[in-house]
C-alpha cells in the first residue's frame, strides 16, 4: 500500500482464496463529522492464479447501469467462479451518486478530471490517488462503466481511447468487441485532462469503458445489456469461469477522433434534436436547433452535420447553454488498421 494514501480499506488485496465485503474509508469531515469517514464499497473475490481485474463505475454518480451490473456481481459471485482476482467497486462517488449528479457535492469534482490525484486533496482527488497507487497497480485489467449521464445520451456502445502501444491497444480492440455492444466505439476527449481510463493505459492496463445510454431513464434493455456485456469480457479475461459468448455478427467500429466530431451549442436556449440516435446522416444535415423561448420570432439557429457519420450522442436535457455538447457525430472506422 502507498505510504501517503490517508485511506483505511478493511479488506486485504493479497489473500490467496476468499470473497471479503467491506469499504475504503476517506478521512472527511464536515460540520456535524468531526472525525467522519467517506465509504466507499468494495468487494474483492480471489481464487489461485489469474488476472487481476478490477471493474467500477459510479465514476460519475448519474450512471446507473454499471452500479447495478456490479452490484448484481458482488452478490452473485463466489469464489470458485473465479480464476485471479475480482476488485468491485460498485459506487466510486457515492455522495454524487445519491444525490443523482455527475459532480460529487463534496467537493465540486468531477471525479474522472481527478487523476492521477493528490493523498492531500479533496474526497474525489484522495481517491483518485488511491486508484492511481495501489489499485491499478494491483490490476491488469480495469473496467470502468459509465453512460451519457443527465446530459447526454449514447448509442449503447463500449468504447476505447486509441493507445499508442499496438500490444496494449489490440488487447483492448479484442475486450472492447467482448462486451457484444452492436456498435464499439474511438473516442477522444476534448474536455480536459486528467480521466481514470487515460491513467490506467499510462500504467500498461487493458482498459474497457463504456457509453450505454443515458439522460434520466434507463431502459430494461440497457440495462440487461450492461450486465451480459460485463460478465461476457470478464470471461473473455479469463478472470470469471465460464463460456465466452461469440458475437453473432462483426462490432461496427466507429471513431470520432476530430475535435470538429464534438458539436456544441452555439448560444443558450431551448435544443431540438432533430435525428434519432444511431441514424446514419450526410453532410449538412440538420442534427439540431436552438430555439429561443424569450423570442419566438426568432430563426433558430441549426447545428449541422460537418461530414457523413453516425449520431452516435446526442443531448439529453432540451435546456442548453452556450457551449453544451449536443452531438457527437462518429465515422465508420477500422481500428485494426489505424497507425
Ligand atoms: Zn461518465
Known amino acids: 500500500m502507498s505510504a501517503t494514501t490517508p485511506i483505511h480499506t478493511s479488506v486485504s488485496f493479497d489473500l490467496p482464496t476468499g470473497r471479503q465485503c467491506g469499504h475504503l474509508a476517506i478521512p472527511y469531515s464536515h460540520n456535524l463529522g468531526g472525525?467522519?469517514?467517506?465509504?466507499?464499497?468494495?468487494?474483492?473475490?480471489?481464487?489461485?492464479?489469474?488476472?487481476?481485474?478490477?471493474?467500477?463505475?459510479?465514476?460519475?454518480?448519474?450512471?446507473?447501469?454499471?452500479?447495478?451490473?456490479?452490484?448484481?456481481?458482488w452478490r452473485e459471485t463466489q469464489a470458485e467462479q473465479v480464476a485471479g482476482r475480482l476488485?468491485?467497486?460498485p459506487t466510486l462517488s457515492?455522495?454524487?451518486?445519491?444525490?443523482?449528479?455527475?459532480l460529487s457535492p463534496l467537493d465540486g469534482r468531477n471525479f474522472n478530471r481527478c487523476f492521477p490525484g493528490d493523498p492531500n486533496g479533496t474526497p474525489s482527488e484522495i481517491l483518485a490517488h488511491y486508484l492511481t497507487t495501489v489499485l491499478f497497480p494491483l490490476s491488469d485489467i480495469v473496467i470502468d462503466l459509465h453512460t451519457g449521464?443527465?446530459?447526454?445520451?449514447?448509442?449503447?456502445?463500449?468504447?476505447?481511447?486509441?493507445?499508442?502501444?499496438?500490444?496494449?491497444?489490440?488487447?483492448?480492440?479484442?475486450?472492447?468487441?467482448?462486451?457484444?455492444?452492436?456498435?464499439?466505439?474511438?473516442?477522444?476527449?476534448?474536455?480536459?485532462?486528467?480521466?481514470?481510463?487515460?491513467?490506467?493505459?499510462r500504467q500498461g492496463k487493458i482498459v474497457i469503458t463504456t457509453e450505454l445510454g443515458g439522460g434520466e431513464a434507463v431502459l430494461a434493455s440497457v440495462h440487461r445489456l450492461c450486465q451480459s456485456g460485463?460478465?461476457?469480457?470478464?470471461?473473455?479475461?479469463?478472470?470469471?469461469?465460464?463460456?465466452?459468448?461469440?458475437?453473432?455478427?462483426?462490432?461496427r467500429w466507429v471513431q470520432a477522433l476530430s475535435r470538429e466530431d464534438y458539436l456544441f451549442a452555439p448560444e443558450s436556449g431551448?435544443?431540438?434534436?432533430?435525428?434519432?440516435?444511431?441514424?446514419d446522416v450526410q453532410r449538412g444535415a440538420v442534427l439540431g436547433q436552438v430555439h429561443f423561448l424569450e423570442q419566438p420570432s426568432r430563426a433558430p439557429i441549426p447545428v449541422l452535420a460537418h461530414a457523413d457519420g453516425i449520431l452516435i450522442a446526442n443531448r439529453a436535457p432540451s435546456l442548453v447553454g452556450q457551449g453544451d455538447c449536443v452531438a457527437c457525430l462518429a465515422h465508420d472506422s477500422a481500428p485494426r488498421r489505424l497507425p
Open 35 to 73: 472525525w467522519a469517514n467517506l465509504r466507499v464499497p468494495i468487494c474483492v473475490i480471489s481464487n489461485g492464479p489469474g488476472p487481476t481485474v478490477l471493474v467500477l463505475a459510479g465514476n460519475h454518480g448519474d450512471e446507473y447501469p454499471g452500479q447495478v451490473a456490479i452490484g448484481k456481481l
Open 87 to 89: 476488485i468491485l467497486i
Open 94 to 102: 457515492p455522495p454524487a451518486a445519491k444525490a443523482g449528479t455527475r
Open 149 to 201: 449521464g443527465r446530459s447526454m445520451n449514447f448509442v449503447p456502445c463500449a468504447h476505447m481511447h486509441l493507445v499508442p502501444d499496438q500490444k496494449q491497444r489490440e488487447a483492448m480492440i479484442a475486450a472492447t468487441e467482448a462486451f457484444l455492444t452492436d456498435i464499439t466505439f474511438l473516442y477522444t476527449d476534448i474536455a480536459g485532462t486528467g480521466l481514470l481510463p487515460a491513467e490506467a493505459e
Open 230 to 251: 460485463l460478465r461476457n469480457v470478464l470471461r473473455h479475461c479469463g478472470v470469471l469461469r465460464g463460456e465466452v459468448e461469440q458475437r453473432k455478427r462483426p462490432a
Open 270 to 279: 431551448l435544443y431540438e434534436n432533430c435525428v434519432e440516435l444511431g441514424e
